[in-house]
């Protein structure tokens, strides 16, 4: 079989054709979208601010994180992302800590955890247990299993210890963050 220029050219350019018609679809559809996305990540990420700072009516950005504050703008607390690597890769968390020192709620904003198991981590039984005093914790939350927590400690989802530690590292990072910034100031 003899192969000629147009029998291989003709092919060839209509498949690049086809990739430019293609590619400029998806450039357009991305044009036509990409507002839209990046407001609904932003009111996702309010919405969970005030989740993990409860009380506050607005946020401030500050070097890396936020403070909230009150209707009379009084700061409330502040909030921090930080992340941790899990068993199924990195896990994203959003911790809330009162100007008093207390961790005032943990949300986790991406995983990609085992569903049934890691993915335990986004229930608020979980999540409830990392409301402790934060302002004095040396070293900060610990991981245990089999037995109850105490002060400091963070009892481990079943099945999901690596899970269980990625978020309290995370949750570890953000009270180190809370501590460098306001602990010596008394909070505020």
């Given at each position: ?37 990046a407001q609904a ?116 989802m079943t099945g ?29």
């Amino acid at each position: 079989m003899k192969l000629d220029a147009k029998s291989v050219l003709a092919p060839a350019a209509i498949l690049f054709a086809i990739c430019v018609v293609v590619a400029a679809a998806l450039a357009g559809t991305n044009a036509l979208t990409e507002d839209r996305i990046a407001q609904a990540q932003a009111q996702k990420a309010e919405e969970s601010r005030m989740v993990v700072l409860p009380g506050a009516e607005s946020f401030e950005e500050r070097d890396g994180h936020y403070a909230g504050m009150d209707g009379a703008g009084q700061t409330l607390g502040y909030v921090f992302e930080t992340e941790s690597k899990g068993y199924g890769g990195t896990v994203k968390v959003m911790t809330g800590i009162s100007a008093q020192g207390e961790i005032t709620g943990v949300v986790i904003l991406s995983h990609g955890e085992t569903p049934g198991l890691g993915a335990n981590a986004e229930k608020e039984s979980f999540r409830e247990q990392f409301k402790q005093p934060a302002a004095n914790l040396a070293g900060g939350l610990s991981v245990i299993k089999f037995q109850a927590p105490q002060k400091g400690e963070i009892q481990a989802m079943t099945g999901a210890t690596i899970t269980s530690t990625a978020v309290t590292n995370a949750v570890n990072s953000a009270i180190e963050m809370y501590q460098n910034a306001y602990a010596s100031e008394g909070g505020n």
